[in-house]
């Protein structure tokens, strides 16, 4: 293929149309107009072979994780999606097969999720890349952020943590390796937290590495009930040799959202989960001072081994 039929069949199966697209694909750049009395939020994220996906991954889905883990950061902001667009960079002589079929899952995740592709760009390297901007907007003022956090606040969690990174594991049972490679962004979960999250980010390297970002930026501290955890299933996480609670502390790429709200919110928040149709679990508290400290059934302190994931280490 050439480099502009390459881009005609990437691009073929996504949706072009969309709110504010008054130009897509096709010119030097796309014109979007921006909804009236919002602000816009927009994130960037590259997902590359070799790091992020391998050959275990079906082509369409590693187009499908290269938007859903920025459709993941929308809906930590309490951001609905509106474009995006994608850098694609590929090996010469690769697969038409293959890149059509990256497109293909792209797309898919763009039309599960109201997201109009409206531009990107292709060229050579020495490996397959995404990398994927996309742009959502909330209300003027309402996004939520990791700074809100207050001593007292409740913390809780969304769905399981731990899933996906059991989901490398060569024994993972099917449903971890479809966490891992289909990850579902809580973009329903992140509206509805709008005006009740205090704090709020997507879990993309680890539990505890990603809370002590929201403590950071909130200046607080925090205490995780390690039975609280909902953590992979253990007989699953044992059958392939793996250490549930260190998953669920450590593991990333779950995508799930972990946020605080003061405990008189508590009901509303279980409501709003309810009405999103995921399951939200509370899992301790934001406290005065710093740090995250870790607590068992007991009560007593307890040192995890994982701490997250570190793009450069």
């Not at 990107?120 to 003027?140: D, F, I, K, M, Q």
Request: hydrophobic fraction near 45%; aromatic fraction near 2%.
């Amino acid at each position: 293929m050439t480099e502009f039929e390459l881009i005609d069949r990437f691009t073929r199966p996504a949706p072009r149309a969309g709110e504010g697209v008054v130009l897509g694909i096709g010119d030097d750049a796309a014109v979007l107009r921006p909804p009236r009395g919002e602000d816009l939020v927009v994130t960037v994220d590259a997902v590359v072979e070799g790091v992020h996906f391998d050959a275990r991954f079906a082509p369409a889905d590693v187009g499908w994780k290269a938007l859903a883990v920025n459709l993941s950061d929308l809906a930590a902001m309490g951001a609905r999606p509106l474009w995006a667009l994608c850098a694609l960079t590929t090996r010469r002589g690769e697969r038409p097969a293959r890149l059509a079929g990256v497109g293909r899952g792209l797309a898919a995740c763009a039309r599960a999720h109201g997201v109009a592709l409206v531009g990107g760009n292709v060229s050579r390297a020495r490996e397959l890349s995404l990398t994927v901007t996309v742009a959502g907007a909330v209300p003027r003022g309402a996004a939520l952020t990791r700074a809100g956090g207050r001593p007292g606040d409740l913390l809780f969690v969304s769905g399981r943590l731990g899933e996906a990174a059991l989901g490398l594991a060569p024994q993972a049972p099917a449903a971890a390796r479809a966490r891992q490679r289909r990850p579902a962004p809580r973009l329903a979960l992140g509206l509805a937290l709008r005006g009740l999250a205090t704090a709020c980010l997507d879990v993309s390297d680890g539990l505890l590495q990603d809370l002590g970002h929201l403590c950071a930026a909130s200046g607080v501290g925090a205490r995780v009930e390690l039975a609280r955890l909902p953590g992979p299933p253990a007989r699953a996480a044992a059958r392939a040799g793996q250490d549930p609670l260190a998953l669920a502390c450590g593991g990333g790429e779950d995508y799930e959202l972990l946020f605080s709200a003061p405990p008189r919110r508590a009901g509303a928040v279980a409501a709003a989960a309810a009405r999103a149709g995921v399951a939200v679990t509370h899992i301790g508290a934001l406290v005065g001072g710093g740090g995250v400290r870790l607590l068992d059934a007991r009560g007593r302190t307890h040192t995890a081994r994982a701490r997250g994931h570190d793009h450069l280490r």
